[in-house]
């Protein structure tokens, strides 16, 4: 729980989440939770998925196997996250609250008929995931206002049709210091090289050594126990994509037809971790900053095709 104290002269900087830093280094976070607000309705017309009002998903058993119809749902699915979260990444602004964001998200996907699969997955409060700063992923949305300088991932997963389409990106709010907009820009080369070694007939390991090669470069760390995973008919399947070279495991063959994320988090600093007691949001343990971009995709006869395109990309 947050308090509120009198304001006094350096009340600003000392309510900031961010501690004083260099010119064009990244300062290191000292975030904390917000106030939750209320859970947001879903009209009654929209399908929900099975796991809606349970305490666990039922999942991890499908086959990642789609066929040319089930490929199309999950285009649509993926096109509503992705509107809906570029949507609330417009919002993305100094003052502007991560609870706000996630109404923006909201709406969005059920002004457009989709159900916003976080929304009561495994207890899960709301309709997107806000990870500001140091926070790798899952972070709540809440009462935290955007400072000027900040990076937020939004994560944005749409159901509809009985399939799931799952997507984030890195956004940056008012003026980002260089160490910050290097690890963004490069953490989103890092998914886009992992995409393009996607082929079927090779292993899944793959997928990791490319991103790991690449961050290596960089002096960055590469987060391992949070990954890519299948995901349709289910929000996570027993299909699991390491991020980080973890040959010779995860030797499984990539096959025409699958459906699966990329989603890569890099680090300034360490990859150790520590949870909130939310049991959701996840920050390094250095409060160093960190980035992540996901897009899910479908394996074609050579390569991928990206599902989570908004629209006209």
């Known amino acids: 729980m947050t308090t509120t104290t009198s304001p006094s002269p350096n009340s600003a900087a000392a309510a900031s989440h961010n501690l004083p830093a260099e010119p064009g280094r990244a300062p290191v976070g000292r975030l904390r939770p917000g106030t939750l607000g209320p859970r947001r309705a879903v009209p009654a017309s929209i399908q929900r998925p099975e796991y809606v009002g349970k305490p666990e998903a039922d999942e991890g058993h499908d086959s990642n196997m789609y ?17 809906a979260m570029y949507e609330a990444g417009k919002a993305c602004v100094p003052g502007t609250t991560t609870d706000e964001l996630d109404r923006i998200a909201h709406e969005y ?23 500001i700063n140091e926070v790798i992923c899952h972070g709540i949305p809440d009462s935290t206002v955007l400072e000027d300088g900040d990076i937020v991932n939004l994560d944005v997963t ?6 799931h389409g799952d997507t984030n990106a890195m956004f940056m709010v008012g003026d980002v210091d260089e160490e910050s907009r290097l690890l963004v820009e490069r953490t989103q080369e890092s998914l886009n090289r992992a995409i393009k070694a996607v082929r079927p007939g090779r292993q899944f390991n ?74 959701w949001t996840i920050t390094t343990r250095d409060r160093r900053r960190t980035a992540q971009f996901e897009h899910t995709m479908v394996v074609t006869d050579d390569g991928v095709e990206i599902l989570t395109l908004p629209d006209g990309a």
């Open 67 to 83: 066929t040319p119809e089930e490929i199309e749902k999950v285009r649509v699915a993926g096109r509503i996250a992705a509107n």
């Open 206 to 279: 793959v997928i990791g050594r490319v991103i790991e090669k690449y961050a290596q470069r960089f002096g960055y760390g590469v987060v391992r126990d949070f990954t890519g995973h299948g995901v349709g008919r289910e929000f996570h399947s027993g299909l699991i994509i390491p991020h980080y070279d973890a040959a010779p495991a995860y030797s499984e063959e990539i096959r025409k037809g699958m459906i699966f994320t990329i989603e890569p988090m890099l680090t300034l600093g360490t990859i150790n971790w520590d949870q909130w007691e939310d049991d």
């Open 109 to 131: 996907m059920c002004d457009h008929g989709a159900y916003p699969s976080t929304l009561g997955y495994r207890g899960y409060p709301k309709s997107l995931c806000s990870s």
């Open 158 to 163: 749409a159901y509809i049709g009985g399939v």
